[in-house]
């Protein structure tokens, strides 16, 4: 019994012992799972921190080299630790949650960032170049420009890689495209071992996640006589016009090659890449404006209606030898301008409508207009944008609609929901999936209305155009999406099957834009303008060709003002630019305009206009304030008008940089400027 009992006593104990031990081990389970999950909690922190640590470490090092009190042998250093620095932290998922603008600023502008995204086999790809341009005070050299290329397709799967160290070559657009090689990367911008700066393509194919630099086979290329290739820079190709004129380098609309420009030039060149990785050039179309205004047998005048709240501005063709065809034409254009009138206007009750309008296509077979307005009404929510369109066939005399133009159809319509057509507006692109073909279909097959048309037609407002490459058409949307949307498709790329009329089409190859011909107000006058002969300048600017830009003052509620304009040989007014920085607050100093410069200032390949001028408040006595300057920037856009940015201008004149071209020049190109 005694042992029963010793037995019993101990496995009691035993039972004791294991629930002890148990106990202790389910506290000690607990107590490690807790720890595990802290552990992961401080590990996602800390590497948040260290993100945010990094970024702020890499600002302070590119300000560093910048500074130069610091000695220049630290400022190299701090450039090598930069970049190295750079293309870690690109490797880092947290680096994509900031867009391209958020990322340049938090830089001081230092950097040129563009993203794109593109559709390959595999899904889509984010791909983003990076450009740094280092200090020549450090680097002494006309080097020191580096290029780091950022891809992604999820958040999770981000990759960087430093393409460019400290090469000459700046890039300033690309292309990533599906080929038979694999994936292609293809840099395209300028190179600065000349002046004026050649261009550089560059091919890098994807790896293993890595880019390889590739040769681009230039053995067949064959270049029109005023342009030059070498390849004496490792693996790029270089083009540069023998006439040394300013050039551009853009990405097609199609986005599988280049087209590369010259100012002083009569040939353009495309450079088009195929799938199985062939290199084509075609410079046929590439034919100077001056040629094709020669050759143009009439002119445009501007002609306004006005009344009762009611502005439209619209051309008239004028020098045209035939003069019944010429009345024909200007009765066509003048009823069409006026519609506007009679559909959006309505003067007894309260309408307030403006519309003007652009060239978009001037040849001697073909005039396409395009009208654009806001109609204002009464206490009414909001404005309308009004957009209305005109075609004419010059030869017949005729007004032509899409359906004149191209058989809307089954094949054209697949072709638009392919993808292969370029929203005006970017951020309008997909608005064109919202349609079902049927629906497409409808406002498509309805294009063009007039008054002649049938009621039901009427009530669609679809419209087309034609530019200097492409056929456009714009279609209704939502007033909160813009009230219309615009799309284009390059004429190359419409298939013979689905051309309407082969006549028509043998001269619709695509050209020059005629633009520069339009002649908006008849002679400059001289009573009206002073011109400043010291500050006017022969130029050429890209669709306009050869032409004299006028600096002027004139008068408004009797305070001189600058006035600044664009005129063709015979005198007339090409283009008057928009209202001058200076203009709003200050009046003209007399012979005050003190530098004019044409200059490529966002590096889109035109041509844009830097203005100082000296300005006064106008007033004399002990109340006069000394003349000081104040710059102005007129940046072209691609439908070859200019346009302002009063924030940037007000920008470069309250931090100074507006005593010198090159101060204007430095700070505005090391901010992001879109203007198309």
Known sequence: MNHLKGGRICCVLLVLISCVVMNGCTKENDSSITKTNHALSLQNEAQTISYSKKLDALVQKVRIVNDENVDSDARQKKIEEFT???????????SVEMNDGELVERFDNEL?????????????????????????????TIGGKYTFIQWWSTKELVHAQMLEDDGPELATD????????????????YVSIYHPDPVFIDLWELSEQKWKQKSIDVGKMKLPDLWELNKDMNEPIIFENRQRGSMSIEVLDHGDGFLINSDDSEQNIIIEFSKSGEVHIDSAHSISSNTHIDQQSYELIQEKYSRNGIDIKYPQITKLEDAAKQKSLNQILKTEALKGLHEYGDSDSGVHLEIDYEIKRQSERFLSIQYTGIRYVKKAAYPNHIFYTTNLDMKQALRLRLSDLVKVEKPFLELLKSGKFTAVEPEQKDLLDNFTQDGLNQWLTSADVSEGD???????????????????????VAHVAGDHAEYEIR????????????????????VVDQSASVAYGGRLDTNQYEVEESQSFRTTFQGFGKV????????????????FFLLNKQGHILYSFPKFYGNNEWVAFYGGVKAVAFKDVNNDGLKDVIIIANVDNGIGGADRIDPFPIAGIYFQKKNKTFTTLPALDQAINDKGHNQTIKDVIQYASKQRINVN
């Open 112 to 140: 040129t960032i563009l993203t794109k995204s593109f559709q390959i086999k595999s899904g889509q790809l984010n791909v983003r170049v990076v450009n740094y341009r280092a200090p020549t005070t450090v680097t002494g």
């Open 174 to 189: 690309f292309i990533v495209r599906d080929s038979d090689q694999g994936i292609q990367l293809l840099l395209g911008g």
């Open 491 to 510: 004429l190359q790329q419409i298939p013979d099957g689905i051309k309407q009329n082969k006549e028509l089409w043998q001269e619709l190859n695509p």
């Open 84 to 94: 190295q620095e750079l293309n870690l932290l690109l490797n880092e998922p947290e």
């Open 548 to 563: 004299q830009f006028v600096s002027t003052y004139g008068y408004t509620e009797g305070f001189r003002k600058y006035f």
């Open 454 to 476: 049938s009621a039901e037609e009427s009530e669609i407002d679809t419209f087309s155009y034609l530019t200097s490459d492409s056929l456009g058409f714009s279609i209704p």
